[in-house]
């Protein structure tokens, strides 16, 4: 089965409003990392965050580590928040698996 | 800081011609590289796994006869897609790290288009 879900797999916001994507992960991860993929594809590395809560700008990632599961909150989006978000995790080896990815529309 | 480079970032071929995309890092020791696909409308999915020094593994679905990687050296990779067909459009994306550090940093991708 899939070992990264990310929900909701889509979702459009108006400008301002506060976004929560959720990353649920099959087995237990030593290292949770969050991108973001533009529209042209480029891949942007957000925050790495393996358990805990990590601040950057507008962006706070919470990771609960026993609860295999990590959420990225981004507040008061911008149109230029639109995009791809990815969760990837990887456990004992290095290689990332990543989720199918949230796509983020904010509306102006 | 440490970047990753990619080129091209952009490219097409003809179909049944084989394309060669180049990795550096820049700012840090690129020992381990890996190599990750998104197929249109899907996922990165795992290539192959490089280690300076050390063999290539590559994961199921890919095989060094389809995509023959060289990691010669602490900055620099590459892959080449041999024989490139329609299924193998997307974006080509390069992680590298150091050593047993658990950050990695990626490039931006080398985008194929196969005609």
């Known amino acids: 089965g899939q070992q990264v879900q990310q929900s909701p797999s889509s979702l459009v916001l108006q400008e301002g409003e506060n976004a929560e994507l959720q990353c649920n992960f099959s087995?237990?991860?030593?290292?949770l990392q969050w991108f973001y993929q533009s529209p042209g594809g480029s891949l942007v590395s957000l925050l790495s965050?393996?358990?805990g809560t990590k601040h950057t700008g507008r962006l706070t990632s919470t990771t609960v580590t026993k609860e295999r599961r990590s959420s990225l909150h981004i507040s008061s989006s911008q149109t230029t928040d639109s995009g791809t978000y990815l969760c990837?995790?990887?456990?004992?080896?290095?290689?990332?698996?990543f989720g199918s990815g949230t796509q983020l529309t904010v509306m102006p | 800081g440490a970047l990753v480079y990619q080129y091209p970032r952009r490219t097409i071929c003809k179909s049944g011609t084989s394309m060669r995309m180049e990795c550096q890092a820049v700012?840090?020791?690129?020992?381990?590289v890996a190599w990750y696909r998104q197929s249109p409308q899907k996922t990165f999915e795992l290539i192959a796994l490089?280690?300076?020094?050390?063999?290539?593994?590559?994961e199921q679905n890919f095989t060094q006869e389809k995509f023959p990687i060289s990691h010669p050296n602490l900055s620099f990779s590459s892959m080449t897609v041999l024989n490139a067909y329609l299924e193998d459009r997307g974006l080509y994306l390069c992680?590298?790290?150091?050593?047993?550090?658990?950050?990695?940093?990626f490039g931006p991708g080398t985008r194929l288009l196969v005609l």
């Open positions: 990837a995790r990887s456990s004992g080896s290095w290689q990332l698996i």
């Open positions: 087995s237990t991860a030593t290292q």
């Open positions: 965050n393996p358990s």
């Open positions: 700012g840090f020791q690129a020992t381990s």
């Open positions: 490089s280690t300076v020094n050390s063999a290539i593994k590559y």
């Open positions: 992680g590298a790290k150091t050593g047993g550090a658990y950050t990695q940093y």
